[in-house]
């Protein structure tokens, strides 16, 4: 899951081609903040691609069925909870790698950019178009400018709740950046 | 008009590169703009003073109403040659008088007096009140910005924050009043107001207001104060907004307005009181100035209250001086600030205690200067005497009131004479018990800027047939030519006798009465400062004490608040009306019964539970109930996002409450409060439960606007799925609001929980553990290889 700076430097030899560049799970040493689940860390790991994939799923099929930027949003916003509540604000610093801020900021940008983008093809802000696309395999393919609206909710939404994850989740924990701990025990007494 | 104004702007925004390239050239570069506005407005003078004004209008929201119109009168043509003509003048002396090095200063400056010249333009050009408004309200937030600065001394912030609260509080009375003056009129054209004026008690109103923000622009008496403290800016700056342009922007909106409502006693008699008391106060106070700049800030002071009294006049003779003055007030008293920057940067100090002999080492600034005061002080041969000249004359010739006036205006005079030789003295002076000064050179670029305002002071005396046709046609408005033309000369008449008069008595005042001893002394309970000092005071408490007693800092105090009001309000509503419950089913769905019992099973239990986590995971049970009710409904997409949400929001809920004590408190207050807070919950709940059912007893099938979202919904956004249609087509733009506010909310709350740590520093930011903490910090570099 790592790209290593100096991998693409540094010819790796054909024997280590399949040595894994990063231990699966965590190990031992590193720290928690509270007592480690190894069924909920690789029940974690391994529901992780999956729901991200539905909730792609769910972007794209909103326009049809059930599901729509929002949720799409939410249930890949919750496989990184499901990470974070696994392995503590270690494991989520190890997969989150690109700052939430950014992706919640991409995410409003794309909404509005959106919105904005048939004011230069003179139609009102906001109008949307339908494109129907025929492919050789897959047959009818609808795509409507609207779907973008919805990546941007979608990815505003997984950055905000990352971004909750960084500030309520890792920066209320014990020894966390946001907590006074010496007062939290006055107040318990 | 229009592509002039916005030359301007495009100008601003270019020069702050050239600045950082390539230092206070920059300035030079901004000149061009109002250079070639000021050839331009001179090109097209005939067509202003015509009487067919050039007009130009820009649809702004035609759906509203609005637009930008430009119109070039007589008026406007007056302001422009000081706006343009005096800006390209600073502008050029401001880049030998800025530091070489700076070119972050140099980059800020230009850039904000390009504005500022730019939004000049377009007020006095405005013809439409909203727009006027705007550009009014433009000089003030460029004001702030050119005198705050680099905002690093705090006197430069008090100052600036002062000059923005006070000419803020008028602007907005202003545009209050404006808006009353538009409709009662019907129309937001200036000229169309002028030329049908409304009347009744809102146009008093108005009227009220529009002066409001006149006096605290123009610096009247009581708002006064604001603009000697603003001299703590550049002085090109202040020559600029200070003494030429912004603070005409008072005047200048009394003389658009004054020729229809000058006979208004709402509007000439505050006009014409504060302006006289300003006019005394002003010269008064300079009497006692040691500060070149600040001398001369309430010197101007007393002149715009000298303006405001001739406008308030009101007759055609009023007129023609209120014009000349006006033309006449800028160029003296830019060139003399442009002398003050010279003396302050070139001889290290600008306190006349401290200057001695410098009238001998800058003989060709020193004859410049005197100019200047000369045309201040009234005398000839320059256009200063011209303009005062007709000032008496008007008021003289006229009834008791201008009579009397006109004795308040000869004793403002004469102490403007006092003040110009006390500058004089004061500047150029070879003091008997001090050293001369070292002799530094004063600048050649810098002392020709300063030629061009004074000698145009003494140009446009000796021949101003060139300017009569702008003044005879400003006066023209208030009534008939009586047959006065400007000129240096008109014989003996009683005019020239009272000149001579405060001439004469300027001059024994100053020499006998002994400056220091007489006056500018003001009690301390009567400084206009005290009295702002202490607004600003008691509106901070006031603040304090409003958010004190609504912001107790309870969530339960709160929502307890809501929710009273929740019921109350509409619930008088409900009681007053006729509200029948319409024909009620028990259920529609047998699947709704144990749900709902389990939801309010849940929602029982959670006031009985001790532990907080128990009652957060039974509020959870009730959010999840909701959700099935969606699904059992049929609403696949409402009950998706429910469920997912009410996941979320535990989760966050589990992550709050472990900082929390485990169980709830055992005091025996809070736990009677609980049985409080349940009573009021329940209520709203119960309410909110009979509203819903109130509700849907009256609404027959499916509205109107669900009808068409479903029929449309395939043709128009491609989708099937209409949920997802109105979320993101039909109703998108409430989407991108919502989206918009869980941005701020998220980063709002980061700051909000990340800022403690900082605050604290060191501690708690890297813990030893080295788990969490990272995450905020190494989110977006590639995580540490382990092995």
Same mark, same amino acid.
């Given at each position: 899951?790592?790209?290593?700076?100096?991998?693409?430097?540094?010819?790796?030899?054909?024997? !280590?081609?399949?040595?894994?560049?990063?231990?699966?799970?965590?190990?031992?040493?590193?720290?928690?903040?509270?007592?480690?689940?190894?069924?909920l860390?690789?029940?974690?790991?391994?529901?992780?691609?999956?729901?991200?994939?539905?909730?792609?799923?769910?972007?794209?099929?909103?326009?049809?069925n059930?599901?729509g930027?929002?949720?799409?949003?939410?249930?890949?916003?919750?496989?990184?909870?499901?990470?974070?509540?696994?392995?503590?604000?270690?494991?989520?610093?190890?997969?989150?790698?690109?700052?939430?801020?950014?992706?919640?900021?991409?995410?409003?940008?794309?909404?509005?950019?959106?919105?904005?983008?048939?004011?230069?093809?003179?139609?009102?802000?906001?109008?949307?178009?339908?494109?129907?696309?025929?492919?050789?395999?897959?047959?009818?393919?609808?795509?409507?400018?609207?779907?973008?609206?919805?990546?941007?909710?979608?990815?505003?939404?997984?950055?905000?709740?990352?971004?909750?994850?960084?500030?309520?989740g890792?920066?209320?924990?014990v020894?966390g950046?946001?907590?006074?701990?010496?007062?939290?025990? !006055? !107040?318990?007494? | 008009?229009?592509?002039?104004?916005?030359?301007?702007?495009?100008?601003?925004?270019?020069?702050?590169?050239?600045?950082?390239?390539?230092g206070?050239?920059?300035?030079?570069?901004?000149?061009?703009?109002?250079?070639?506005?000021?050839?331009?407005?001179?090109?097209?003078?005939?067509?202003?003073?015509?009487?067919?004004?050039?007009?130009?209008?820009?649809?702004?929201?035609?759906?509203?109403?609005?637009?930008?119109?430009?119109?070039?009168d007589?008026?406007?043509?007056?302001?422009i040659?000081?706006?343009?003509g005096?800006?390209?003048?600073?502008?050029?002396?401001y880049?030998?008088y800025?530091?070489?090095?700076?070119?972050?200063?140099?980059?800020?400056?230009?850039?904000?007096?390009?504005?500022?010249?730019?939004a000049?333009?377009?007020?006095?050009?405005?013809?439409?009140?909203?727009?006027?408004?705007?550009?009014?309200?433009?000089?003030?937030?460029?004001?702030?910005?050119?005198?705050?600065?680099?905002?690093?001394?705090?006197?430069?912030?008090?100052?600036?924050?002062?000059?923005?609260?006070?000419?803020?509080?008028?602007?907005?009375?202003?545009?209050?009043?404006?808006?009353?003056?538009?409709?009662?009129?019907?129309?937001?054209?200036?000229?169309?107001?002028?030329?049908?004026?409304?009347?009744?008690g809102?146009?008093?109103?108005?009227?009220?207001?529009?002066?409001?923000?006149?006096?605290?622009?123009?610096?009247?008496?009581?708002?006064?104060?604001?603009?000697?403290?603003?001299?703590?800016?550049?002085?090109?700056?202040?020559?600029?907004?200070?003494?030429?342009?912004?603070?005409?922007?008072?005047?200048?909106?009394?003389?658009?307005?004054?020729p229809?409502?000058?006979? %208004?006693?709402?509007?000439?008699?505050?006009?014409?009181?504060?302006?006289?008391?300003?006019?005394?106060?002003?010269?008064?106070?300079?009497?006692?100035?040691?500060?070149?700049?600040?001398?001369?800030?309430?010197?101007?002071?007393?002149?715009?209250?000298?303006?405001?009294?001739?406008?308030?006049?009101?007759?055609?003779?009023?007129?023609?001086?209120?014009?000349?003055?006006?033309?006449?007030?800028?160029?003296?008293?830019?060139?003399?600030?442009?002398?003050?920057?010279?003396?302050?940067?070139?001889?290290?100090?600008?306190?006349?205690?401290?200057?001695?002999?410098?009238?001998?080492?800058?003989?060709?600034?020193t004859?410049?200067?005197?100019?200047?005061?000369?045309?201040?002080?009234?005398?000839?041969?320059?256009?200063g005497?011209?303009?005062?000249?007709?000032?008496?004359?008007?008021?003289?010739?006229?009834?008791?009131?201008?009579?009397?006036?006109?004795?308040?205006?000869?004793?403002?005079?004469?102490?403007?004479?006092?003040?110009?030789?006390?500058?004089?003295?004061?500047?150029?002076?070879?003091?008997?018990?001090?050293?001369?000064?070292?002799?530094?050179?004063?600048?050649?670029?810098?002392?020709?800027?300063?030629?061009?305002?004074?000698?145009?002071?003494?140009?446009?005396a000796?021949?101003?047939?060139?300017?009569?046709?702008?003044?005879?046609?400003?006066?023209?408005?208030?009534?008939?030519?009586?047959?006065?033309?400007?000129?240096?000369?008109?014989?003996?008449?009683?005019?020239?006798?009272?000149?001579?008069?405060?001439?004469?008595?300027?001059?024994?005042?100053?020499?006998?009465?002994?400056?220091?001893?007489?006056?500018? %002394?003001?009690?301390?309970?009567?400084?206009?400062?005290?009295?702002?000092?202490?607004?600003?005071?008691?509106?901070?408490?006031?603040?304090?004490?409003?958010?004190?007693?609504?912001?107790?800092?309870?969530?339960?105090?709160?929502?307890g608040?809501?929710?009273?009001?929740?019921?109350?309000?509409?619930?008088?509503?409900?009681?007053?009306?006729?509200v029948?419950?319409?024909?009620?089913?028990?259920?529609?769905?047998?699947?709704?019964?144990?749900?709902?019992?389990?939801?309010?099973?849940?929602?029982?239990?959670?006031?009985?539970?001790?532990?907080?986590?128990?009652?957060?995971?039974?509020?959870?049970?009730?959010?999840?109930?909701?959700?099935?009710?969606?699904?059992?409904?049929?609403?696949?997409?409402?009950?998706?996002?429910?469920?997912?949400?009410?996941?979320?929001?535990?989760?966050?809920?589990?992550?709050?409450?472990?900082?929390?004590?485990?169980?709830?408190?055992?005091?025996?207050?809070?736990?009677?409060?609980?049985?409080?807070?349940a009573?009021?919950?329940?209520?709203?709940?119960?309410?909110?439960?009979?509203?819903?059912?109130?509700?849907s007893?009256?609404?027959?099938?499916?509205?109107?606007?669900?009808?068409?979202?479903?029929?449309?919904?395939?043709?128009?956004?491609?989708?099937?799925?209409?949920?997802?249609?109105?979320?993101?087509?039909?109703?998108?733009?409430?989407?991108?609001?919502?989206?918009?506010?869980?941005?701020?909310a998220?980063?709002?709350?980061?700051?909000?929980?990340?800022?403690?740590?900082?605050?604290?520093?060191?501690?708690?930011?890297?813990?030893?553990?080295?788990?969490?903490?990272?995450?905020?910090?190494?989110?977006?570099?590639?995580?540490?290889?382990?092995?």
């Amino acid at each position: 899951m790592s790209d290593r700076p100096d991998d693409a430097r540094k010819p790796v030899p054909w024997t !280590e081609w399949d040595t894994p560049r990063e231990r699966w799970l965590m190990t031992e040493q590193d720290a928690y903040s509270w007592p480690r689940s190894m069924l909920l860390e690789v029940l974690a790991r391994v529901l992780f691609p999956t729901v991200l994939v539905f909730s792609v799923y769910l972007l794209l099929a909103g326009h049809n069925n059930a599901g729509g930027g929002f949720s799409g949003g939410l249930v890949a916003a919750l496989a990184f909870v499901l990470r974070y509540v696994a392995g503590g604000s270690a494991e989520l610093s190890m997969m989150v790698r690109v700052r939430p801020p950014v992706v919640i900021g991409t995410g409003l940008a794309i909404a509005v950019l959106t919105a904005l983008a048939p004011v230069l093809l003179g139609d009102p802000v906001l109008a949307s178009a339908v494109w129907k696309l025929h492919l050789p395999v897959l047959g009818e393919l609808k795509i409507t400018s609207n779907l973008l609206l919805d990546l941007g909710v979608y990815l505003l939404i997984i950055g905000v709740v990352v971004d909750l994850l960084r500030t309520i989740g890792a920066g209320t924990e014990v020894g966390g950046p946001g907590v006074d701990d010496e007062e939290l025990e !006055e !107040e318990r007494g | 008009m229009l592509v002039a104004i916005l030359a301007h702007f495009a100008v601003a925004a270019v020069v702050p590169l050239i600045a950082r390239r390539y230092g206070r050239a920059a300035f030079v570069v901004g000149a061009l703009a109002p250079a070639a506005t000021l050839v331009y407005a001179l090109f097209r003078g005939g067509e202003a003073v015509s009487g067919a004004p050039p007009l130009e209008t820009l649809a702004w929201a035609p759906v509203i109403g609005l637009e930008f119109t430009a119109r070039l009168d007589e008026l406007s043509l007056l302001l422009i040659l000081l706006i343009s003509g005096i800006g390209a003048v600073v502008l050029v002396y401001y880049s030998r008088y800025a530091k070489p090095g700076d070119h972050r200063t140099a980059a800020r400056d230009s850039a904000l007096l390009v504005t500022f010249a730019g939004a000049m333009l377009g007020l006095v050009l405005a013809d439409d009140v909203i727009s006027l408004y705007l550009f009014w309200e433009l000089t003030t937030v460029c004001s702030f910005l050119l005198v705050g600065g680099d905002g690093v001394a705090k006197r430069l912030r008090t100052s600036a924050t002062q000059a923005l609260l006070v000419t803020t509080l008028g602007g907005l009375a202003m545009l209050l009043g404006l808006i009353l003056l538009g409709t009662a009129a019907g129309t937001m054209r200036i000229s169309e107001i002028l030329a049908a004026p409304p009347s009744g008690g809102i146009v008093t109103a108005a009227l009220m207001l529009v002066l409001l923000g006149a006096l605290t622009k123009s610096a009247q008496v009581p708002f006064h104060p604001w603009l000697p403290s603003a001299m703590v800016a550049p002085t090109p700056v202040s020559a600029y907004l200070h003494a030429a342009a912004m603070v005409k922007a008072g005047v200048y909106l009394v003389a658009r307005f004054s020729p229809a409502f000058a006979d %208004h006693p709402a509007w000439w008699i505050p006009i014409v009181v504060c302006g006289l008391w300003t006019m005394l106060l002003g010269g008064f106070r300079a009497l006692r100035q040691y500060d070149l700049k600040t001398l001369l800030a309430y010197g101007t002071i007393s002149q715009l209250g000298f303006l405001m009294v001739m406008l308030g006049s009101g007759t055609w003779m009023s007129a023609l001086a209120a014009g000349t003055l006006i033309l006449a007030h800028g160029l003296f008293k830019s060139a003399l600030f442009l002398t003050v920057g010279i003396i302050d940067k070139r001889a290290g100090t600008r306190d006349i205690r401290e200057l001695s002999g410098l009238g001998r080492q800058w003989r060709v600034l020193t004859t410049l200067a005197t100019f200047a005061l000369l045309s201040m002080a009234g005398l000839p041969p320059l256009l200063g005497f011209i303009g005062k000249e007709v000032a008496l004359e008007a008021l003289f010739e006229g009834g008791t009131v201008d009579r009397v006036v006109g004795v308040g205006v000869a004793v403002g005079s004469v102490l403007t004479v006092v003040y110009s030789l006390r500058f004089l003295r004061g500047a150029f002076g070879t003091k008997p018990d001090m050293a001369p000064s070292a002799p530094v050179p004063c600048g050649r670029i810098m002392t020709g800027m300063v030629a061009v305002p004074s000698l145009a002071g003494l140009a446009l005396a000796i021949v101003p047939d060139v300017i009569e046709p702008i003044e005879a046609g400003y006066a023209d408005r208030y009534g008939s030519d009586p047959g006065y033309h400007l000129a240096l000369w008109h014989g003996i008449t009683p005019a020239l006798m009272i000149s001579v008069g405060i001439v004469v008595a300027g001059v024994l005042v100053h020499r006998y009465a002994g400056v220091q001893r007489l006056g500018g %002394h003001i009690p301390a309970p009567l400084r206009a400062q005290s009295w702002y000092g202490r607004s600003i005071d008691g509106l901070e408490a006031l603040a304090r004490g409003v958010t004190g007693r609504i912001q107790v800092g309870s969530l339960p105090v709160y929502l307890g608040v809501i929710l009273t009001t929740l019921v109350v309000v509409p619930g008088a509503g409900l009681v007053a009306g006729d509200v029948g419950f319409g024909e009620l089913r028990l259920f529609d769905n047998w699947l709704q019964v144990p749900i709902t019992l389990l939801v309010l099973i849940a929602a029982g239990t959670s006031l009985l539970a001790r532990r907080r986590l128990t009652a957060v995971l039974l509020a959870g049970v009730v959010g999840y109930g909701i959700g099935a009710w969606f699904v059992v409904d049929g609403g696949a997409d409402l009950a998706l996002a429910q469920f997912l949400v009410e996941t979320l929001t535990l989760v966050v809920f589990v992550f709050v409450i472990r900082r929390f004590p485990p169980r709830f408190s055992e005091d025996k207050a809070y736990v009677h409060g609980r049985w409080v807070k349940a009573a009021i919950a329940g209520t709203a709940g119960t309410f909110v439960a009979v509203l819903a059912v109130l509700y849907s007893g009256y609404t027959e099938g499916m509205p109107e606007a669900s009808r068409q979202y479903i029929e449309r919904a395939e043709d128009e956004t491609g989708a099937t799925n209409v949920v997802n249609a109105i979320i993101v087509d039909f109703r998108a733009f409430d989407t991108i609001g919502e989206i918009t506010v869980l941005a701020v909310a998220a980063t709002g709350g980061a700051s909000l929980i990340l800022a403690r740590s900082r605050r604290r520093g060191g501690s708690g930011e890297r813990p030893a553990t080295g788990g969490s903490g990272a995450a905020d910090d190494t989110a977006g570099e590639a995580p540490e290889v382990r092995s």
